[in-house]
């Protein structure tokens, strides 16, 4: 399956690197912007399959490619982002999840390094998930440290409770905390059961349910 | 009616030290100047001073007239030369007992202050009598009347106002340079062993790969994901410092949303409220928020607080901060560097800082910065009152009649002979009143005009000279 992709990034090396990854792997890049009212032309007109945005955009060089990003999904309900940063902020992350219907992503430009991960992130969001960075969740649950109902998780629901909240699926936590599947849908479960949200079994609105639980707070 | 019979005694009986102190003066300035006997000027000055400072003091508290003290700034203590020497003018001290002093009587001599005490101490013993009638039939009136004289040789004059500005600005100048380059230190260590190191370890690393790699393709690969991770670590480690210099978020979004974004990151439960028109000027944006970062964070830290409210608002031209914690309170100025970092930070913009944290909480800290938002936020700031500008234009209307047409051009009618009277006033009159009545026209006239061009003039000086160095309120 191809992917048409959409990628605005205003310095050069980084778009044409981009650019060439995605290639790499398979992605169809159909438009590579460089300025705001560029990308939110792009984005409503030729509504890519996924997009890669960063925050920071000529010409003002302040939050130019988020605005963009969610004024086209203001128009066009859940087309499929993901949000590139030097840094992350907890409030970026709520503006982005805001609207609740998936197909979301923040990460922070390192994570583009790991290009297996990072091309697995972009078709997690294509296919309306989310991905967001660690960094992001570990602020969220930071900022959740006095939380009761997240205190009483184990350290092992904590971490899957992390990666969850990235947005991996289960076959992915099982994977990455070398845990068979059947125990990470205990454990999902479990944490369920304690914060008190309704079981799902589709994987992106689990995710959602999380991350509006962590946002709530 | 009666209190102020007890005042006007006290004044009166105040005379018992003024007296006397006159001829002692006298005595010590023969001294002084005739004999050499230098060492007696300060005590001279000090001791009129003394009298002059009670005399204030007492105006202030009985009447609404506050009289501020009109002296220069004190002279800065000598600093030594790179040989650790004291220089005064061409002689080089030892100690800096000597310079301290002669800077000190050169500071007593060349006060105007000093004289004008001196001036109102002699008029003093004078006026006093002379106002014991009004005392005794009007006292609450006398009193006032004595202290506007007072005012007028004790009060603060513009030079004495401007040199107390210019002392503050310079030291607030100082102070903002002192903080400025000890941010610049802390970035430069932050980026010396941080960044710089690790950079150095990547380049280091990629060398070995590039020696590694025909030989053992597979410990090379090893290496050069070690070299990734690194750089990973070295842009952790940048953010970091960015965050300290100027955070993205304040860059991106500006202020209000800089505090909800630390609001969001704090464990604690913060509600923020924020009222700007308009973003201010960013050293300010960036001043208050550091200033809150601090506090959210002490509080969390040491107040042990689970609630917090920022509040921002603007109060005119003022920015007004403050953040309230229910934590345990007690928070002590002069323990941590927290608070009197915040306060040197604040200093540039002439803010202040209120701390009010008994013990058991709540903590409220109050911020206010004078006059750093643009003026035109306010409206109506520069207005002048109402009875002001009535009487401005009042005499901007009325003016020209006694200068031109019964002044000039009655005169003018007057040296021509013509018989022609019209509505000149002057005219009217016998031969001998004619010229004192046109003089006398045009001189109300030009007074008038002085009048229409004075009284904005000064109220707009009176503006900028009330900004006031602000006091530390840090209690």
Redesign the interface.
Known sequence: MTNRVLVAEDLYLLRDGLVHLLQAHGFMVVAAVESGPELLKGLVELRPDVSIVDVRLPPTFTDEGLKAALAAREKVPGLPILVLSQHVEQLYARELLADGSGGIGYLLKDRVFNADQFVDAVRRVAAGGTAMDPEVIAKLLASNARDEPLAALTPREREVLEAMAEGRSNAAISQRLYLSESAVAKHTASIFGKLGLAPSDDDNRRVLAVLAYLNSR | MLRSFGRILVLLAFLVLEVPAIPLTGLMLLLTFGLGMVFLFPWQVMMVRGLAELNRRLMRRWTDIEIEPPYLPEPPPPVPQADGMYRSDRTLYKTPRIPAWNNRWKWLLTDPGSWRDLLWLVLDVVVKPLLVPLFVVLPARGLRLYAQWSELLLGATTASRLAGQVSHLKRTRNLANDSKAAEMRRIERDLHDGTQARLVAIGMTLGAVEQLVDQDPKAAKALLAKA?DA??ET??EL?RV??GIHP??L???GLA?AV??LA?????DVTVDIDLPHRPDAPVEAAVYFAVSELLSNAARHGNA?KATVDVSANGPHLRISVTDDGMGGADPSKGTGLSGIERRLAAFDGVLALNSPPGGPTTVTMELPRVLPEHWAGDVHKMPRWKTVAVVMLWATAWCPTMPQGVVAGVFKVLGTEEKAWFLALHLPEFWQWPMILGMITVGLFMHVLAIRIPAAHNRERLLTGKPAAKVLC
């Not at chain 2, 969001?264 to 604690?268: C, E, H, K, R």
């Open positions: 990734r750089s990973s842009l952790t953010r960015i965050r993205p978020v860059a991106e979004r949303d909800r974004a969001m990151d704090s464990p604690m689970r």
